[in-house]
């Protein structure tokens, strides 16, 4: 079965370094996402992307993130500065075109845990 | 703008015990999805089901079960014969589609479920 996958599983970093979060999403899907959940609370959207443009971000995704798709397969997540705060798992996800006869699933990558120092 | 509350912090059931999960959305799209993940002690995100909002049938899956009331905005997820497998914390969330993709991704604060045996 196809999975989306990202590395690392886990990241350490000292405050105010830069880091870059990696996804595989799924081949044939179009539209992909990140999400933040930090430790014993909700996850949340960050930002969307299709068509090689972001489609969607939240009041998270500040001038600190960006987001790219460098080649046909990666998916990445750039913080340019970390802070404390940036503490959580990230998780990048993918879908194929939604349509209301169809129902495709939104797939989760297993997470990268981000712990900055 | 879109809320969704999971008002059940953390349910203890003992084993074999039925146990609903309770959640209720806000949102003033006319077509909307909504989902339920699983995220067990390990931390990744696992797909359980997802609704359209013009999709007001219920469904079963084995001894998981979702029922979807549109008058109340509610989409409640049962576990029938709980299994100490079943131990996670459980989010709903909602979203919106446009042009292919979804939008609007909203998740809950989660309900953590513990199955005692």
């Known amino acids: 079965e196809p999975e989306v996958t990202q590395t690392p599983s886990h990241q350490v970093t000292q405050m105010g370094q830069e880091v870059i979060l990696r996804c595989v999403p799924i081949s044939n899907h179009l539209y992909f996402y990140w999400y933040r959940q930090i430790l014993g609370q909700k996850v949340e959207f960050l930002v969307s992307?299709?068509?090689?443009?972001?489609?969607?971000k939240s009041e998270i995704f500040d001038d600190q993130f960006s987001v790219e798709r460098p080649d046909g397969s990666n998916f990445t997540l750039k913080i340019r500065s970390t802070k404390l705060e940036d503490s959580a798992m990230y998780f990048c996800a993918s879908n194929r075109e939604v349509r209301e006869s169809r129902r495709p699933t939104q797939y989760f990558g297993p997470g990268t845990r981000l712990t900055v120092l | 703008a879109q809320k969704v509350t999971q008002a059940q912090t953390e349910i203890s059931v003992v084993e074999k015990e039925d146990v609903t999960l309770d959640c209720v959305y806000e949102?003033?799209?006319?077509?909307?999805?909504l989902f339920w993940y699983k995220q067990p002690p390990s931390g990744e995100l696992v797909f359980l089901i997802r609704?359209?909002?013009?999709?007001?049938q219920n469904e079963i899956s084995g001894r998981y079960s979702w029922n979807f009331q549109k008058s109340t905005s509610s989409f409640n997820f049962t576990i029938t014969a709980s299994q100490v497998v079943d131990s996670a914390v459980y989010f709903c969330a909602l979203a919106r589609a446009n042009s292919g993709g979804y939008q609007k991704v909203t998740f809950g604060t989660g309900t953590k479920l513990q199955v005692i045996p």
């Open positions: 949102t003033r799209d006319t077509t909307y999805y």
């Open positions: 609704r359209n909002s013009f999709d007001e």
């Open positions: 992307f299709y068509n090689n443009e972001i489609s969607e």
